[in-house]
């Protein structure tokens, strides 16, 4: 696999690698160095990636730049975190998410906060968001992938996003 990938950096000129992961309950510091892990498991001679947002060459051997953003609220979370934070709708159904953590945790049963973001993004898009024709075809419209084509109900202007339009940029040229 190493050789094939390197390969295809030169035969096709790849320019730009973008990485983009959850940050999850990790530092960045955790995060990159798993970056630099994977990276330098498949490509030979890879660079160590220290920081985000900007561009690295790979490796001697192409001319191809790498470089990593990490999705994230506050320095924690994921997508769905930052979708939670950019929603534009009222969310009457998936906020009652929180109350059904709030009963689990009075029965003793804890349920981490990924699978609450999750599932909170679940309810908004099949519950909060949808016109009642697409809820009659929930399986077309009412999914993460349809929902994100919907302008309407995300605030893609949000400041959170600042940083991951930053990265993008990145590959404009």
Known sequence: MRCSLNNTLLKDDIQKIGIVLD????TRQERLALVSQCIQRVFREAVRIDDTQKLFQLNASTNTQIGCHFLHVNEQG??????????TQDSPHADCVEAWRSCLAQKNIDINRKKIDKLWIQNYIREDTPSQNEKREAKKYCNLSHALTKK????????VLNELKEFLQLFAV
């Open 152 to 159: 309407d109900i995300w605030n893609f202007e949000h400041e």
């Open 23 to 26: 940050l999850d309950e990790q």
């Open 78 to 87: 994921e997508l769905e975190t930052v979708l939670r934070e950019i929603k």
